[in-house]
């Protein structure tokens, strides 16, 4: 089992930033790669960035150049630092990862409980 907890999130005013974190616990070997998503009001779950143990990532077109996901594989936390931030980043913010199996194979997913970002003047 793995449990992901995400921290970092609040309430920042348009053009500010924000470093999120996700810290996984347990089983770690159990994971690939890791991620955000996000969820705005009334909207669905939206792919933010991703990252692989190795280091390749992975942005949606409405962040890229602003978002920087990273991962610190020895102390097992995944970050993204999120500048110049816009109103309609707004949303609940989740820790993804992979669950893997024999040859890292996906096989299903862990998430962590969420952390709200709000971007308001």
């Known amino acids: 089992q793995v449990q992901l907890v995400e921290s970092g999130g609040g309430l920042v005013q348009p053009g500010g930033s924000l470093r999120l974190s996700c810290a996984a616990s347990?089983?770690?070997?159990?994971?690939?790669?890791m991620g955000w998503y996000r969820q705005a009001p009334g909207k669905e779950r939206e792919l933010v960035a991703t990252i692989t143990r190795g280091g390749s990532t992975n942005y949606a077109d409405s962040v890229k150049g602003r978002f920087t996901i990273s991962r610190d594989n020895a102390k097992n936390i995944v970050f993204l630092q999120m500048n110049s931030l816009k109103p309609e980043d707004t949303a609940v913010y989740y820790c993804?990862?992979?669950?893997?199996?024999?040859?890292?194979?996906?096989?299903?997913?862990?998430w962590g409980q969420g952390t709200q970002v709000t971007v308001s003047s």
């Open positions: 993804h990862a992979d669950k893997v199996g024999y040859r890292f194979q996906r096989v299903g997913d862990y």
């Open positions: 347990g089983r770690i070997l159990d994971i690939n790669a």
